[in-house]
């Protein structure tokens, strides 16, 4: 049998050997304040070993429960990725280019309700919408400005968007070409998970069964033309601000992800081909050690799935990656600087949870968008965990931890069981088209507003320690102009006056034909359209025509 020393002297001649030749340690020794050294990694004696190797393991190696690289933050740290975006792109963009002057490391663009649900501004529903809830895109033109001055070799973009999705990295294709950068070297992601927006969040435009094809679609493409882009990042998030617990929320998570790896390989995709570019997003709540758990069940739960149930053969495959966004259904209009210490407190368990990428509420966001002062503090919030905590000096700190160990285990066999139970019911897609995983979170978030409500869990200023003077009152707060809208309004029809109308007509009339036939490439098209100022809202409209609106059934 294997002892822990000796699996470890292999571990650092292959996997550590191996990253650190990669990424040099961000300095050559760790120590504490007091001058004692700090190792990349700690593992109980081989005396006290048990089960050691085949649950925990080392990190980089199955089944990823420390981390899926072996020097993880001694290599380098989490992307700090604040999620921004408001108004017009170029609002947005002094916002972005202010986030990098501050040490932002990638962008995280947030867009307006419209170009969610794949509007343009001109049209009659984005009334009153445009550029509110994040930045208005409706046509190249607009991306261009988005992201102009940001050099797209350099910084990586990740984008909160789902049903149109496509046409999105279309345009972020588009710029990274006029700005000389291939599509091969881009960096980024696109959220395109449209089966938690059918289960928690309601930004969906097609049926399910359209929407799966379009996200396969993508998947074929990037293997073949986008290869370091991240194709989809399956949205946790949205599942636990709907209400679930952190157990559903790994359960209901892997489960779409499972969906989403059967629909590849039936579009007749080797796994190992998309697989190292399925990324995750989950949310940081405020139990601390349950979320720390969370993340390393997560993590060997998913590594389990790719190996035995659908064979994936490279380790690559193996390896959840994903974003962590602090919760922002934790945030509170009353006493808004109490934010500030829930969002570090979440956080730091995202980072102890060993997350690949960081974005920090701001103290405001239950008020209005954020502030640039109050973006600023959530900033700082993780450079000082970064450079001042000492909790990156060393891979996952909290293992061993009698409690941490038996939580993870906890959460990794229930959420198990959730997964056989949808399995039981068809997969994913079949068990939200009964309404199974809804009626879970509705019960859920119904027991946790009661805890609430009755007092059963306290929330600091809310229903306990509260005062008279509890809200913002005269802090500043973002106001996004009304002007926004005519702006956007009159950008577009000057991007339309100025196109080539009749190859804007044949370009959809080859889009339309190609929707039409099951198994036409669909994502090649759509970026020769945008290449060519077809607009967001022309592309959906188009596919509106042809695949149909989704119209959900409500579930009681």
Request: some cysteine; hydrophobic content about 40%; overall charge negative.
């Amino acid at each position: 049998m294997t002892t822990i020393s000796e699996a470890r002297e292999q571990w650092t001649s292959t996997s550590l050997k191996k990253t650190l030749d990669r990424f040099p340690e961000r300095q050559p020794e760790f120590e504490t304040s007091s001058g004692i050294p700090v190792d990349i990694v700690y593992t109980p004696p081989d005396e006290l070993a048990g089960d050691y190797l085949e649950t925990l393991g080392f990190p980089g190696d199955f089944p990823y429960t420390r981390g899926v690289q072996p020097t993880m933050y001694r290599g380098r740290f989490w992307t700090m990725r604040q999620y921004a975006g408001f108004g017009t792109a170029v609002e947005s963009n002094k916002r972005y280019r202010y986030l990098l002057e501050q040490g932002q490391t990638g962008l995280s663009v947030a867009f307006d309700l419209p170009t969610q649900i794949g509007y343009d501004a001109d049209h009659p529903l984005a009334l009153g919408e445009v550029g509110k809830v994040g930045v208005a895109i409706s046509s190249l033109a607009d991306m261009e400005t988005l992201l102009d001055g940001i050099p797209l070799d350099k910084v990586s973009v990740s984008m909160t968007i789902n049903a149109p999705a496509a046409v999105l990295l279309a345009m972020v294709i588009a710029v990274g070409k006029k700005q000389g950068v291939p599509a091969s070297e881009l960096r980024g992601t696109i959220q395109n998970d449209i089966l938690k927006e059918y289960l928690a969040r309601g930004t969906y435009i097609f049926p399910p069964r359209p929407s799966m094809r379009l996200i396969t679609d993508v998947f074929r493409y990037c293997a073949a033309e986008v290869p370091r882009w991240n194709t989809i990042s399956i949205s946790g998030y949205h599942i636990r601000e709907a209400g679930s617990t952190a157990v559903q929320e790994v359960a209901f998570t892997l489960a779409d992800g499972i969906e989403y790896v059967k629909a590849a390989i039936a579009a007749g995709l080797d796994v190992d081909s998309f697989a190292s570019q399925l990324s995750f997003f989950f949310n940081a709540h405020n139990n601390f050690l349950e979320e720390v758990a969370k993340y390393r069940a997560a993590r060997r739960l998913w590594a389990k799935i790719m190996r035995e149930r659908f064979g994936a053969k490279k380790p690559a495959s193996w390896q959840l990656r994903f974003h962590t966004q602090t919760g922002g259904s934790t945030l509170t209009a009353q006493q808004p600087e109490n934010n500030v210490i829930r969002v570090t407190l979440q956080a730091l368990a995202a980072v102890l949870g060993g997350t690949q990428s960081l974005h920090t509420n701001s103290m405001d966001e239950a008020l209005a968008l954020p502030s640039q002062n109050a973006v600023q503090v959530a900033l700082r919030t993780q450079q000082v965990i970064a450079y001042e905590s000492g909790v990156a000096d060393t891979v996952d700190p909290l293992a061993g931890s009698f409690f941490v160990e038996s939580l993870t285990d906890e959460i990794e066999r229930r959420a198990g069981e959730y997964i056989d139970k949808i399995d039981a019911l068809g997969g994913a897609l079949a068990a939200i088209e009964q309404g199974f995983m809804q009626r879970e979170i509705q019960d859920a978030a119904y027991r946790a507003q009661m805890a609430i409500e009755r007092g059963g869990q306290v929330v600091v200023g809310v229903n306990r320690f509260t005062t008279e003077a509890g809200h913002a009152g005269d802090a500043e707060l973002l106001r996004v102009d009304e002007s926004a809208q005519r702006e956007q309004i009159a950008r577009l029809q000057a991007v339309k006056a100025g196109r080539d109308a009749d190859k804007v007509a044949a370009l959809l009339g080859r889009l339309d034909a190609a929707a039409r036939q099951p198994d036409a490439p669909l994502t090649p098209l759509i970026v020769e359209c945008v290449e060519n100022y077809v607009t967001l809202g022309e592309i959906c409209g188009l596919l509106r025509d042809v695949f149909g609106e989704y119209q959900p059934d409500v579930w009681v």
